[in-house]
Nanobody, 124 residues
Framework: VQLQASGGGLVHAGDSLRLSCVPSGRTSSDFTMAWFRQAPEKEREFVAAIKWSGGASFYASSVKGRFTISKNTFKNTMYLQMNSLRPEDTAVYYC??????????????????WGQGTLVTVSS
């Protein structure tokens, strides 16, 4: 399975960005996709996850209300809409996938498939 993430960039505080991730190489719909991020000198942290079948979504408290995870089944693409960005959102954002769905969607250890990462920089 390959994951292709895109959409990062340099923005100002308060701006918006949308990240995309396309999974390829597997057809089962019983899986979880997620976004994690890693800031310099910090551990990778959970951002949001979505269950592909049914669309249930989950968020870290630090992004809830500002970020929205979604999917387009026909385009086979996952999105992370990030609004009201803050300097502390600056990080490399990674998309991840796991078959089958996991209730521990917040743990990076649960995911065996990772994208290459896309850098998001938010200036103050």
């Amino acid at each position: 399975v390959q994951l292709q993430a895109s959409g990062g960039g340099l923005v100002h505080a308060g701006d918006s960005l949308r990240l995309s991730c396309v999974p390829s190489g597997r057809t089962s719909s019983d899986f979880t996709m997620a976004w994690f991020r890693q800031a310099p000198e910090k551990e990778r942290e959970f951002v949001a996850a979505i269950k592909w079948s049914g669309g249930a979504s989950f968020y870290a408290s630090s992004v809830k209300g500002r970020f929205t995870i979604s999917k387009n089944t026909f385009k086979n693409t996952m999105y992370l809409q990030m609004n009201s960005l803050r300097p502390e959102d600056t990080a490399v954002y990674y998309c991840a996938a796991r078959w089958p769905h996991t209730v521990r969607y917040y743990s990076a250890d649960e995911y065996g498939n990772w994208g290459q990462g896309t850098l998001v920089t938010v200036s103050s």
